[in-house]
């Protein structure tokens, strides 16, 4: 059978509507009348946001000075919240909060490192002291490795705290990789969970995870087996708190454009090169090389990565009362990485 094939000026209609989600790849493919259209799908501008969704609430975002942290404190701001940015980058937290407040919103910014209990339970009592209460948490800091986030990447310099293959893993990079993401996410959320029990009236954790707390990946065993404790925790806070109407879920993403993520190719290029000229690894095969694409960004003709808008869409819908009924989850927002 044969389908009717649509009149041109249909298919440019039906494109139109399309428009505000997805683009043609080239302008051939938008007229091509023999074959479907190839798309790429849209982003999410970076300025969208819901009106009043977080209207007098009250969101803490520990790593808020960079990236997807970042993009979700400022959404939330625009949509209504009273923003507490903490992290341990003083001047690009101030600069979040600056831009937060020069769009009308409300912020303060809190000078925290998440393997600090003592940081963790202040910064929980700043957010009291400057908003009255705490409602819902994103903890998104987190690092790929023993790097500090600031630091520009020089393998000379930083053999000791770049990711590497466990038989090549220090102490160091192991260490420093499972302190600011697994015990960072706990110490942050039990600090958070201890003021939300203490207000009674339940409330919304998101932790920001990786692909790589749901599957493995080559090259860098601290940051799987840190994110796999970021998915273990989401899950045991979930059981633990649901009587307490407190709902905990993750966020596991693949490639989002970041500074991190900037780093991170940076790293792996270096050390690509370093082994191409080591003759006695010249012909080793490479893992980093195993899967590089999620299914969104091998199918885009840019084969763009995912933007934090994207994430903060995600993220901030779970952590708003449309998600009501979601505890426990481990969200694979990835563009399909974990799919396949
Ligand atoms: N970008 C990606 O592709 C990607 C993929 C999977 C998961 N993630 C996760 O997303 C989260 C956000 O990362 P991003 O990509 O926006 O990176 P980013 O480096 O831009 O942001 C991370 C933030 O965490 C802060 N931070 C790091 N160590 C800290 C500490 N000890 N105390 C307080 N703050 C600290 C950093 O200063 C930075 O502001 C991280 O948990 C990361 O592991 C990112």
């Known amino acids: ?9 249909c298919t440019a209609m039906f494109m139109a509507v399309l428009a505000g989600f997805a683009a043609p790849v080239g302008a051939a493919d938008a007229t091509a009348s023999t074959a479907p259209a190839l798309l790429d799908i849209t982003p999410i501008a970076d300025d ?3 009106p ?10 520990t790593g808020g000075a960079r990236g ?14 009273n923003v507490v940015v903490a992290d341990i980058l003083e001047k690009e937290g101030q600069a979040t909060v600056a831009e937060i407040v020069a769009g009308g919103g409300k912020a303060i910014f809190v000078r925290v490192d998440v393997r600090s209990t003592e940081d963790c339970d202040r910064m929980v009592a700043e957010t009291v002291k400057a908003f009255g209460s705490l409602d819902v948490a994103l903890n998104a800091a987190g690092v790929m490795d023993a ?9 000379a310099s930083q053999r000791s705290q770049i990711f590497a293959p466990i038989h090549e893993a220090t102490d160091e990079y192991w260490q420093t990789t499972m302190d600011v993401n697994a015990t960072g996410v706990f110490k942050s959320m039990r600090s958070q969970l201890r003021q939300l029990l203490k207000q009674g009236r339940g409330g919304s954790i998101v932790n920001i995870g990786s692909i790589a707390g749901l599957i493995g990946l080559a090259g860098n065993p601290a940051y799987v087996a840190s994110k796999h404790a970021v998915t273990g925790i989401t899950r045991n806070g979930a059981i633990d708190y649901a009587p307490h109407g407190i709902r905990v879920n993750s966020v596991n993403m693949a490639a989002t454009e970041t500074p991190m993520t900037d780093a991170a190719f940076r790293k792996v290029r270096a050390v690509q090169q370093e082994r191409a000229a080591d003759p006695a690894l010249a012909g080793a095969p490479n893992m980093g090389m195993l899967k590089t694409q999620s299914l969104l960004m091998f199918a885009d003709s840019k084969h763009r990565m995912s933007t934090p808008a994207e994430q903060a869409a995600v993220i901030l ?4 009362p449309e998600s009501s009924n979601i505890t426990g989850a481990t969200w694979a927002t990835d563009g399909g990485w974990t799919a396949f």
């Not at 969704?53 to 803490?60: A, D, Y």
């Open 68 to 81: 997807i942290g970042r993009m979700s404190a400022i959404r939330a701001a625009r949509e209504g919240a």
């Open 48 to 50: 969208y946001f819901v």
């Open 147 to 155: 790097v500090p986030p600031a630091d520009a990447v020089d393998l």
């Open 52 to 61: 009043d969704r977080f209207k007098g609430k009250t969101v803490l975002v």
């Open 317 to 320: 819908f779970l952590l708003s």
């Open 1 to 9: 059978m044969t389908l009717p094939r649509l009149p041109l000026a």
